[in-house]
């Protein structure tokens, strides 16, 4: 999908965007390494930084669905929860069923209604779900000679070469 933003924001065709940007995560920093190739030099700098803020843009778009579709099931499932509650409510009133299994549930429903409560409460603090997401620089070209151009370009078709960090226990 980024390709595409790209693609249409430059005028240029969307493999031209695949086969000269690749994206390298930064687990040491929290980024991003954006980094385009090119023989022409007025297009090189502007696929890089189009590159990197549609980036931030889709990601920034996906953190937001997953915000507001995590607020919505918990909004659901509170909806749900209080309906079990009141239906639960209404048999023991009118003396339906056994009290104690009754109860019993009605209590593990309150318990669930309080975690989901907390939940919400939670979602609820978050002012931006996707606030920390930005470009820190603008992209400066650098001259290369042809072999590193091939070397690079075959890299970005290749995908990059990302290790994700690892943990050990303690």
């Given at each position: 999908e980024v390709p595409a933003r790209v693609a249409e924001r430059l005028g240029i065709d969307v493999e031209t965007v695949e086969q000269n940007v690749t994206a390298t995560p930064r687990a040491d920093v929290?980024?991003?390494?954006?980094?385009?190739?090119?023989?022409?030099?007025?297009?090189?700098?502007?696929?890089?930084?189009t590159t990197a803020n549609e980036l931030v843009t889709y990601l920034t778009e996906q953190a937001q669905a997953q915000y507001d579709k995590a607020l919505n099931d918990v909004l659901t499932d509170l909806d749900e929860l209080r309906a079990e509650r009141q239906q639960i409510q209404d048999q023991l009133a009118a003396g339906q069923g056994?009290?104690?299994?009754?109860?019993?549930?009605?209590?593990?429903?309150i318990n669930q209604l309080t975690a989901r409560s907390q939940?919400?409460?939670?979602?609820?603090?978050?002012?931006?779900?996707?606030?920390?997401?930005?470009?820190?620089?603008?992209?400066?070209?650098?001259?290369?000679?042809?072999?590193?151009?091939?070397?690079?370009?075959?890299?970005?078709?290749?995908?990059?070469?990302?290790?994700?960090?690892t943990t050990t226990p303690d």
């Open positions: 929290n980024a991003i390494d954006v980094t385009a190739i090119g023989s022409d030099i007025t297009l090189v700098s502007p696929l890089a930084d056994d009290p104690e299994e009754l109860q019993a549930q009605l209590s593990a429903v939940r919400f409460q939670t979602l609820s603090d978050i002012d931006n779900p996707a606030a920390s997401l930005s470009t820190l620089d603008v992209a400066s070209p650098t001259l290369i000679s042809e072999d590193v151009y091939d070397q690079k370009q075959q890299q970005i078709l290749l995908g990059p070469d990302y290790t994700p960090p």
